[in-house]
């Protein structure tokens, strides 16, 4: 990416992004002072991440803010973070890894899913150092006790937002505002999701994203069109663009970019009627009118537990994932196109799941092949990264997040088709 787009990104995703805090710790260090009045195990304590992007893409960016603070929470000075940024899903991880313990990090994170394996190695390397592959699922198989995985219960959130997409398109439905090509054959209004790749993860989300529009207009289907990147400014603002060509009114995205954002917003102001819901980080500065809200992770909440964690010498969970009920999980702020009673309906809705009356997953709420799901599996035991063991579907509900912190949803639900899974 040219370096002028890298720099107007990140002073977008400075203004947009949100922090958050939270967690707790519970054993003690040895307190023998140092001549400065803080502990050795303070002053010596330092922690490693390892990042698939940086500050221009942002997911990485997510994290850094989510790192940054909890380290200014726990009283971690800047040089006990060592940063390794645009780190490939490769062997060049593990090398990340090995120079982080040579510099002395007492706990390291990598922070995307092709970089578990290497994370795993480096683990089993180096006992006396703690490993978190965020978003991974091979932990608890692992057997290691310095090896864990984490990620948010973020299918919360993707459901809020769905609702908010859900009462824009009730309110378009409502003015009679959806033009012709917006509805299919059946009279279903269209919707439209920028995918990055068929996985579990993105599975989940759009899922999520769908079943929250779903429970305000049940006249709806989506489309799916994959980006086959995390983060392509040109491929996602493309996808949006065809999507809308097909007659979507919103466009929902799991990638890490403004591109789909910035195309929807454009075609808006050319008349077209469509709205965005983003990810990780507020769109508005991009998309002033057509964004509705962003799903995002509050990961702050995590960092300070698990580096609040390892600075006292305890044990990281082996699988560790929270949502609403820990702030972990949120939607940004509410976007001036967004439907009248929208934060009125997201505080019931956010109510509900923190009290457990609402199931994003409800059984009742989707069917694949017509037909209603009576078992579903969480773990992966072979590789093949089809789950095979571990049924989630359980008191009438998948229970995502339950059995492996990463999301581990991957039915194709009827309503939703992958324009583009090869």
């Known amino acids: 990416m040219k370096k002028i787009i890298a720099m107007l990104l990140a002073v977008l995703f400075v203004c947009g992004a949100l922090a958050a805090c939270g967690g707790s710790s519970d054993k003690k260090t040895d307190d023998k002072k140092s001549d400065g009045g803080e502990t050795k195990a303070d002053s010596d304590f ?34 006990q973070i060592i940063w390794k940024y645009n780190i490939p899903e490769d062997e060049q991880c593990k090398d990340a890894c090995d120079d982080l313990v040579g510099q002395g990090c007492s706990v390291i994170f990598t922070n995307s899913y092709g970089h578990q394996s290497y994370t795993q190695q480096a683990a089993e390397e180096y006992p006396d150092v703690q490993f978190v592959a965020m978003t991974g699922d091979t932990a608890k198989a692992s057997g290691l006790e310095n090896f864990s995985n984490a990620f948010t219960r973020v299918y919360e959130s993707r459901y809020v937002s769905g609702v908010v997409a859900g009462l824009k398109v009730k309110e378009l439905l409502d003015a009679d505002k959806i033009p012709a090509e917006g509805f299919d054959a059946d009279g279903n209004v269209k919707i439209g999701y920028v995918g990055a790749y068929p996985y ?19 006249n709806v289907v989506m489309d799916v069109q994959y980006t086959n990147s995390w983060f392509d400014m040109v491929a996602e603002g493309a996808a949006a663009d065809a999507l809308m060509a097909r007659g979507c009114v919103i466009i929902g995205q799991h990638a890490d970019s403004t591109g789909a954002p910035s195309a929807v917003e454009a075609a808006l102001k050319d008349g077209k009627v469509a709205y965005s819901v983003g990810y990780n980080v507020d769109m508005l500065s991009v998309a002033p009118t057509a964004a509705l809200t962003s799903a995002t ?57 923190k009290a457990g009356t609402l199931q994003v997953f409800d059984q009742k709420s989707f069917t694949v092949g017509g037909k209603t799901v009576e078992e579903a599996f969480a773990t992966d035991t072979d590789g093949d990264f089809a789950p095979d063991a571990d049924n989630a579907m359980f008191d009438g509900y998948y229970h995502e997040s339950y059995f492996q912190s990463a999301p581990s949803f991957q039915l194709r639900i009827d309503g939703i088709t992958e324009l583009n899974n090869n």
């Open 46 to 79: 330092k922690v490693g991440v390892v990042l698939v992007g940086d500050e221009n893409e942002g997911y990485t960016f997510a994290h850094m803010e989510g790192i940054k603070e909890a380290a200014k929470e726990l009283g971690l000075s800047d040089d």
């Open 297 to 353: 992770n509050n990961w702050a909440v995590y960092y300070k537990y698990a580096i609040g964690t390892a600075k006292d010498g305890g044990k990281i969970e082996t699988n560790w994932a929270e949502g609403y009920d820990a702030d972990a999980v949120a939607i940004t702020a509410l976007g001036s196109s967004v439907a009248e009673g929208t934060q009125e309906k997201v505080d019931e809705v956010i109510a509900a799941i």
């Open 200 to 218: 579990a993860e993105v599975v989940s989300g759009y899922t999520a994203f769908y079943l929250g529009i779903k429970s305000v207009v049940s």
